[in-house]
């Protein structure tokens, strides 16, 4: 039987789910992709107006109806609830930093005063607000191309993305700087899939139990615990950044004013990905995190 995974039929989308294919297709198991078109691929309103699970939730109907066997998501972009009809695995993580891709090979500090960057991220935003107030920092929507397009057009100064998406399709020497932890905080999960089969499909369970990443797993629990605990969506100003060393998982997670004038953040170390994530967030919750999302 040939496995089909269901994808949205953007560029990166597919790239991310064909590596998926061609790791299984190796692992001894036939597998095809299958497109499936989601409602934030024909609704180009920010994500945080269209709501959290716009580009998954048509891949977990689709698959929950037979229409596929598999869903390749970013796992970034998955509701923090589990949902109990699928089995889900992380497999090998890509870089979770974020990127900055700007006109004439500048960085965020040489970025001149006032220059226009795209980014609809409110995570993204409030942190560049944090350290360059003066930007003017424009809404973007639309695939990798797309967004760089607007840089190359001159439209924008520079664009925020994923280093994680840009080296998938093969353009990450198009970042003019790659962002550390301490810098830019990125997305709870962000450089990690997550791949799903429906619970009862024994077949396609063993296939992507066959491409766990144990530490990669460890770590995106633990980052989105923190998301799940603070009650907040993938769009919210809260970011998360994980690393083991070990057995021990060292745990990064801030929340961020949206007008760029409050960020808390907090580190800690532990075995336990759900406790550690729990222990972060009752942190920064009781430090006022609720409040600080709520400035604008």
Known sequence: MTLKIGTRGSKLATTQAGHMRDALIAAGFD????????????????????????????LRDAMAAGECD??????????????????????????????????DGLTLDTLPEGARVGT????????????????????????????MGKVTSGELDAVVLAYAGLSRVEQGDRASQVFD?????????QGALAIECRVDDEQARAAI??????????????????????????????AAHSTLDGDTITLTAGVFALDGSTQLTHTASGTDPVALGEEVAADLIGRGAAEVMAID
Not at 181 to 189: E, K, N, R, S
Not at 209 to 236: K, P, Q, W
Request: proline content about 8%.
């Open 31 to 58: 597998a095809e992709l299958h497109i499936v078109t989601t409602a934030g691929d024909v609704n180009m309103a920010p994500v945080e107006r269209i709501g959290v699970g716009v580009f998954t939730q048509a």
């Open 70 to 103: 598999i869903a390749v998501h970013s796992f970034k972009d998955l509701p923090t609830a589990p949902d109990e009809r699928f089995h889900l695995i992380v497999p090998v993580r890509a870089d979770a930093r974020e990127a900055l891709i700007a006109r």
């Open 120 to 147: 609809s991220a409110p995570r993204r935003i409030s942190q560049l607000r944090a350290h360059r107030p003066d930007l003017d920092i424009r809404p973007l929507r639309g695939n990798i191309d797309t967004r």
């Open 181 to 189: 932890a301490g810098t830019i905080l990125p997305a709870p999960a």
């Open 209 to 238: 139990d066959s491409l766990l990443d144990a530490a990669a797993f460890t770590c995106a629990t633990a980052e989105r615990i923190v998301l799940n605990r603070l009650e907040a969506g993938c769009t919210a100003p809260v």
